[in-house]
């Protein structure tokens, strides 16, 4: 009932120490948001989404409360949900528990680059959900996308959270096409996107009174710290959260306090930040409708069904192979 595929990356290091040697030796400098994500970086997002300015996730969660089932109709209700980035699966259960009043339970893949969360989520959701099958994939989904094991089941790819939109078009379009050629011509994407609204919720969203998302972004400096043996000193940077009204997304820096030297042990680097520099850690895209209605329509898929939170302020969205 649980089977569960490691698939282990020997390059995953190499990888980092490339991304960031050339992020560092850009101009602006720039980091990928994938590095926040250490434990201590999991935990400090896991707050975020406790925060009261921060909405997305309580959002998205009353979208899957209030219309799983709705969603699983428009999907055909499918047999097998393969959720990209499942983590603990927290709100995954709502679609599960839907599929399974529907009758239409049948596999869950999670797809995860923890492998210890993935077989604790397995083994809970065996429990929760007797006769279900557990397809675990452990893998970073962006490199391994193509490892998720085919079917002629029904199927529906989740991608929650709002993750699509740390991606720059390009990237993005790349990646739903590699989506896109996955799903057959019954199967479904099910893909949460945060949506344009006005600049000082979005930047309160992002800047927190507490300083959560303040720590969560200078965490990245002691993740470098730690993989590449570098010497940040995580109070020389400020943090900086600014929504681009014009490429519609938020903007999340880490400003330079003082002219500083930093030290990449494990890249044998040396790189200088002056005052006020401004070196960007991730951008967070925000969409509306007919954006997203023509992102789809770019990687070859057609929007099929919108739902928002009552507030209107976070969708899920349905796609299909267009066609
Ligand atoms: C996990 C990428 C959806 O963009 O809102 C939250 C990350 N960064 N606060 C987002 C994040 C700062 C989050 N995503």
Redesign the pocket.
Known sequence: MIAIDVHLDADAAARMARDVRAGLCDYPKELA?KY?YDDRGSLL?EQ??ELPE?Y?TRAERQILDRHSAEILDVAGRPSTLIELGSGSAAKTRHLLSAMRDLGCLDTYVPVDISEEITHRTAAELVDEYPGLDVHGVVCDFEQHLERIPHGTDRRMIAFL???I??LYPRQRQAFLERIAALLGPHDHLLL?T?LVKDRDRLEA??DDSAGV?AE??KNVLAVLNDQLDADFDLDGFEHV?RYDDEAER?D?RLRALADQEVRIDELDLEVSFSEGEEMRT?I?TKFTRERLQSVYAGAGLELRAWFTDAAGDYALSLAAPAG
């Open positions: 948001p926040f997002f975020i989404t921060y997305p959270g709002g993750t939109g740390n949460g945060d969203a992002y998302t969560f972004n959260a938020m999340i991730e967070s």
